[in-house]
């Protein structure tokens, strides 16, 4: 069953929010593919596909951290109604795909290029082999950097791509990064790569929106109800493994040669008042890649897909218009 669009762009309203995604939800279910397929290490990576009648193109969704496939669902909504068919998974110790470790609510890699392996089998095995559409690349965050470095490798398979606040250097509080990755690292030999690292916090099913990276208090809302609802969403603590390869994957992307290998038009969606990754990488990159495009949002934060009304309006035309 495919997706029927109406090629219109309604935003839903902070009003609206809460009864429009149950209907959308609702309608997803009833069209969505889903599935599994085994990782090079044996782990399983849970995926979703949805497929919009005409379709034009297709986009593979790459989330970031303590992210799942149904946050997306709004996202999927939107490209689903422009006629664009959506692939998207689950990486690795997030939503429905395997563990690396006894806890469920554990975040950890062992290297970031195993995201990366992860994204090129979805793509080669799965993606591929469901459509002949040109193929489009959204990523968020950490999503970011995966996408940054597949790129890298494969730009020959992506059309274009958006990175909405990419993850190429996280914030760290008060401490050089070159300082916490000799600190992290140590912590690392000394408590093993798996160990939850010390500073990460737990899941806080009663966190409050003030506290939050995003400017909808509708949205946060319903995904913090299905974080609550379902122990997979809860990802949250990280290891010392997932967290110093985090503060590792900068000097991978900038290493000498790595952006000069793609090709892909790319546009970056910078959130100027980001305060969990750094911006300034973010304009290094753009400046780097001769196909890259970065449009700074005004007053923005992180979670860019969480904005308000008004924001996300802006935010969906420019990738919709980017995409076309």
């Given amino acids: ?16 929010f809460s009864q429009k995604i149950t209907e959308i939800e609702v309608q997803l279910e009833k069209i969505k593919i889903t599935g599994s397929y085994k990782a090079f ?4 990576i849970a995926y979703e596909c949805f497929l919009s009648e005409g379709s034009k193109a ?24 422009h006629g664009l068919n959506v692939f998207i998974y689950d990486q690795r110790c997030h939503g429905l795909s395997g563990r690396l470790t006894d806890r469920i609510d554990l975040l950890h890699v062992d290297s970031f290029q195993d995201y990366v392996d992860d994204l090129s089998k979805f793509i080669d095995d799965i993606v591929l082999k469901m459509t002949d559409k040109p193929l489009y690349l959204y990523s968020h965050s950490m999503g970011g950097a995966v996408s940054a470095l597949y790129l890298a490798k494969h730009t020959d398979k992506i059309k274009k791509a958006v990175f909405s606040a990419p993850m190429f250097e996280p914030v760290v509080d008060s401490v050089p990064s070159p300082i916490a990755r000799v600190g992290v690292f140590v912590g690392k030999v000394f408590y093993g790569s798996k160990t939850k690292f010390l500073l990460t ?11 939050a990276y995003c400017s909808s208090k509708a949205r946060f809302e319903h995904n913090m109800k299905m974080r609550r609802e379902n ?3 809860q990802s949250t603590p990280m290891t010392f493994g997932w967290v110093y390869n985090s503060l590792v994957v900068y000097r ?13 038009p790319i546009l970056l969606f910078s959130a100027e008042k980001d305060v ?8 290094k990159f753009a400046q780097r890649c001769n196909c890259c495009e970065l449009i700074s949002v005004k007053d923005a934060t992180h979670a860019l897909l969480a ?6 309006t802006q935010l969906m035309e420019q990738t919709l218009n980017f995409f076309d």
């Fill in 307 to 312: 904005s308000e009304a008004e924001t996300l």
């Fill in 58 to 81: 297709s986009v593979v969704i790459v989330h970031g951290l303590s992210e799942f496939t149904k946050k997306f669902y709004e996202f999927i909504y939107y490209c689903l109604n």
């Fill in 201 to 211: 916090s737990e899941f806080d099913p009663d966190v409050q929106y003030e506290s």
């Fill in 252 to 264: 991978e992307i900038f290493k000498k040669g790595v952006i000069d290998k793609i090709e892909t």
């Fill in 276 to 283: 969990t990754v750094k911006n300034a990488p973010q304009y």
């Fill in 231 to 233: 122990p997979n969403y």
């Fill in 41 to 44: 290490d044996g782990i399983d």
């Fill in 1 to 16: 069953m495919k997706f029927i669009p109406d090629y219109s762009l309604n935003i839903i309203s902070e009003e609206d």
